[in-house]
């Protein structure tokens, strides 16, 4: 079994960048898939970045695409999301999730662990 711990989240303005950490335990996650969704309030969770299990590929939602920067460092058993140029409507709960598989999904099924969350909120 594997636990997910994200970090990072917090206050920031319109414009501003935070770096989103995920740190993983109980085993490696060297051989898996990681994605990160995101919650805001009264909606659903939905997708926003993934990376396949040596970080050769990465994909990303549209309304986060040349703004959000996904990585990993499989020596350190955690995975980033670097998020610049925020806007308010990033505001949300910020979630990390790995997938059995080597190969990332964009669908909340498609993973098998989930870490609580790290809240992010953007101010006008």
């Known amino acids: 079994q594997v636990q997910l711990v994200e970090s990072g989240g917090g206050l920031v303005q319109a414009g501003g960048s935070l770096r989103l950490s995920c740190a993983a335990s109980?085993?490696?996650?060297?051989?898996?898939?990681m994605g990160w969704f995101r919650q805001a309030p009264g909606k659903a969770r939905e997708f926003v970045a993934a990376?396949?299990?040596?970080?050769?590929?990465?994909f990303y939602a549209d309304p986060v695409k040349g703004r959000f920067t996904i990585s990993r460092d499989n020596a350190k058993n955690t995975v980033y999301l670097q998020m610049n140029n925020l806007k308010p409507e990033d505001t949300a709960v910020y979630y990390c999730?790995?997938?059995?598989?080597?190969?990332?999904?964009?669908?909340?099924?498609?993973?098998?662990?989930w870490g609580q969350g790290t809240q992010v909120t953007v101010s006008s």
């Open positions: 109980g085993r490696a996650i060297s051989n898996n898939a």
């Open positions: 990376i396949t299990w040596i970080g050769d590929g990465t």
């Open positions: 999730a790995v997938r059995r598989f080597t190969v990332p999904s964009r669908t909340e099924s498609g993973y098998d662990y």
